[in-house]
């Protein structure tokens, strides 16, 4: 089961949409099952530094099946996973990357989104996982 | 003057169409004026090696505001930019990949597409600028 | 469809068995339908340099769904995909590597064989995918 | 002495049968005496991020002979191997990676496990540097 590009721009649209909502500007990414980017969009005056964020977020949410936030929680000096994010060529490990699962809750890529604060980014990649 | 996200929307939308039309599965990047990553599709089943080709096509393109192809001829074995694809992070200097203009001829991003023959991406980036 | 540990290990076995026959030492690596490792074995004297050259042959030949020795024969000076192997953090486009397919003719994964000649590397290599 | 491919393939076997006791799915890596993979399997559903990290603990644990979590702890803030992970293109240092020693004590490889919490990685791991 793997997101298709059809799929990837509905989530890339519902997320721009509560994006503009909330009067944010936001790199977007999708990556498919496995772990490859399908679909990204950056909108108009973004940061250019959040553009490696966002998907590095989606990679890292697929990469491990969970929110890229609760990863930054067990990642902090004395958790258990401290410095994880030296693996993988770069992992982010704070909030606005979530798995996306088709309607039998397989997951079938993720969402990375960066732009703002981390609850706005985390806000929008949750509209735009809502989409499926 | 840096293309805008909608602009680089109807960019991937023109070429995917002219990619369904010869019947070919398409990686469309589109980098602005910064050659940063303005927005990308992989169409599915699409080769995923041609993922990094198609952003570094585009990448390529802005980076020496040529198509892809000109660098190539001059980076052959004798040639005066021989394995100039050593430098920033990797260039494909082979067709594919286009600056894009706007209305008054100033070069505003470039559009990176591989997935089929050269002839066929060059052919696809060719239906991507005209759209602006 | 994606190749499975125990398909990998067959497809392993049977490298190794070939590689023995014909009196060579082999790195062996698969790689699943997303182009990640799944399974992979030295044999005890093979060349370390081949370590990588196994996995991005085996990567390489599923980044675009052929025989790494094809793309060589397109990148070669002069030829339509000169200086491909820039892409993808290095590709590796001589012989060696080989799409997985499954009963039904999908491509599940890929093989990649390194450690004598480009001939033996190959051969061990298709006599690994036709364990599946 | 370095350790053999038949010996790294007892230590996948029990690792894997271990993983499966305690109903995980782990990236399963061993390293040789040099700290170049010697072998390498991924059981079907594991988490595709853990196999960089699996690698890398081996690594670690080889190249500094001791489990991974011992260096972790020195690497904390404030302690004296801070943020170490940020050589030999990163290390991990939370558990899970264990040196492999042969009958006389010598350590001629090392094991790295990731998949689940790090007390799981760790027991998995050591369940297999015991079959040697």
């Known amino acids: 089961m793997n997101i298709t590009l059809e799929q990837a721009e509905k989530v890339i649209a519902a997320a721009k949409q509560k994006a503009t909502a909330i009067d944010t500007k ?10 490859n980017l399908l679909a990204f969009a950056r909108m108009d ?15 890292t949410a697929r990469y491990f099946d969970m929110n890229t936030g609760l990863i930054g929680e067990l990642s902090q000096p004395g958790q258990s996973l401290y410095n994880i994010e030296h693996s993988n060529n770069g992992l982010i ?3 606005g990357g979530i798995p996306i699962k088709n309607a039998e809750d397989v997951i079938i890529g993720a969402i990375g989104v960066s732009g703002s604060t981390v609850e706005n980014d985390h806000a929008v990649a949750e509209a735009g996982a809502a989409a499926i």
């Open 26 to 35: 936001m790199n977007i990414a999708i990556v498919d099952a496995g772990a």
């Open 93 to 95: 490990t704070f909030p």
């Open 45 to 59: 005056g973004a940061w250019l530094g959040s553009l490696d964020i966002s998907i590095k977020k989606a990679k």
